[in-house]
């Protein structure tokens, strides 16, 4: 019988934030929009904040009414990535089949484990303790016949808990759950089988698979599948990953160009450390903005590949310029990269100047890696 673990770090923004600053620790954080202004939304909280209800994707607004004393930052995202690639290494020196699911989530695919750690139960526990011990990061994990279980499982003991569900018992294990605990249903499909007078998973398995095909179609199967344990037990273990992005909502709506500028440099920065980071170089630039009236617009280049700052922000802001063109505030700007490609030397071998400026964007990431993001700024245009 093949068994699945789903290690989800704990509060895992909040914890980073923790290593990065120590005062943090005991005292309700929250990682997201600025209060002050009233947009964003939560992206993390501690477990202290959320004695007072906060949970993620709150609207910052409601959060602060909730936990006005709490602690809000705006979080350092360069470091989660950082973190997030630490883990993996840890796992990939353990485990032969490794998934990453999101920044914080990983799958395991662990056959003929019990030969060297005894049992399933006791690997789980070996490599908790080993990411705690490298890098301080609580986790929990869950342990099933397929992913689904495994995910299920491990949000059952949060924090630094492990959850084991014996094959033959899934069944039994979902049965009692609320529907909203299979991964899956959102706000919308949550109302409306509770419209149905459906509200626990036993809800969902009383009935035949055909109620949900015929009222959800191929969702509504899956559903049912699901809700009576079934789940894929195979990883995806190469992700290609398509594209990098950042953007930021504003505290107030800008009708200055100079900050949407200086915003656009900020972000360029950031996503051109990631890219350098994973040794990639991006041939697509593409820029986002999003009107006080909500109405959005989209643009993209195709560029010669590269992970330089300045060629990607100067083609980002040629980009915008020229889109931008209605007199009304913005409320959003974002720019992204994709279509990537490894990075090799042999690209650059006859441009010495791009060299040298390579060189310096190198250096100026291993001081971010090390020391923080905004360890070193670049000049602004």
């Not at 009233?38 to 709150?58: F, I, P």
């Not at 789980?124 to 994990?141: G, N, R, V, Y």
């Not at 560029?303 to 931008?324: E, G, M, N, R, Y």
Request: proline share 4%; with cysteine.
């Amino acid at each position: 019988m093949r068994l699945i673990l789903h290690l989800d770090l704990d509060a895992f923004f909040v914890s980073v934030e923790r290593i990065l600053n120590p005062k943090l620790k005991g005292k309700p954080v929250i990682v997201g929009g600025d209060p002050k202004y009233g947009r964003g939304v939560v992206a993390a909280c501690s477990y202290e904040a959320r004695q007072y209800g906060l949970h993620s994707a709150m609207p910052i607004r409601t959060a602060y009414r909730l936990c006005p004393n709490g602690i809000y930052i705006h979080g350092s995202h360069g470091e989660y990535s950082r973190f997030s690639d630490a883990v993996e290494n840890i796992l990939l020196k353990y485990a032969p089949l490794v998934e990453q699911a999101s920044i914080d989530e990983f799958y395991l695919d662990m056959p003929g484990c019990q030969k060297i750690y005894g049992s399933i139960f006791s690997f789980a526990s070996f490599i908790q303790k080993e990411i705690w011990t490298k890098l301080s990061l609580p986790c929990s994990i869950g342990i099933g016949s397929n992913k689904t279980i495994a995910k299920i499982a491990s949000d059952c003991m949060k924090p630094t808990g492990i959850t084991y569900v014996l094959p033959g018992m899934e069944k039994e294990f979902l049965s009692p759950m609320p529907i909203e605990t299979i991964p899956g249903v959102g706000n919308v499909m949550l109302k409306d089988l509770n419209s149905k007078g459906i509200y626990k998973i036993s809800d969902i398995t009383s009935l035949p698979q055909e109620y949900f095909a015929a009222a959800y179609g191929k969702y509504g199967i899956d559903l049912w599948r699901k809700a009576s344990g079934e789940g894929t037990e195979y990883l995806t273990i190469q992700r290609e990953r398509k594209s990098i992005s950042k953007e930021t909502t504003f505290g107030e709506d800008v009708t200055s160009n100079e900050v949407l500028k200086k915003t656009l440099f900020e972000l360029t920065g950031k996503i051109c450390q990631t890219m350098r980071n994973h040794g990639w170089i991006a041939s697509t630039v593409n820029v986002k903005l999003r009107y006080s009236d909500f109405q959005t617009l989209t643009r993209s280049r195709t560029i010669k590949p590269t992970d330089d700052d300045k060629i990607v922000f100067d083609t980002a802001w040629q980009l915008l310029s020229k889109a931008h063109i209605r007199r009304v505030a913005v409320r959003l700007v974002g720019v992204g990269l994709s279509n990537f490609s490894e990075y090799s030397e042999q690209e650059f071998l006859f441009e010495d100047e791009e060299i040298k400026r390579k060189k310096m964007f190198r250096a100026v990431t291993r001081i971010r890696d090390k020391f923080g993001y905004n360890a070193i700024s670049l000049p602004a245009p």
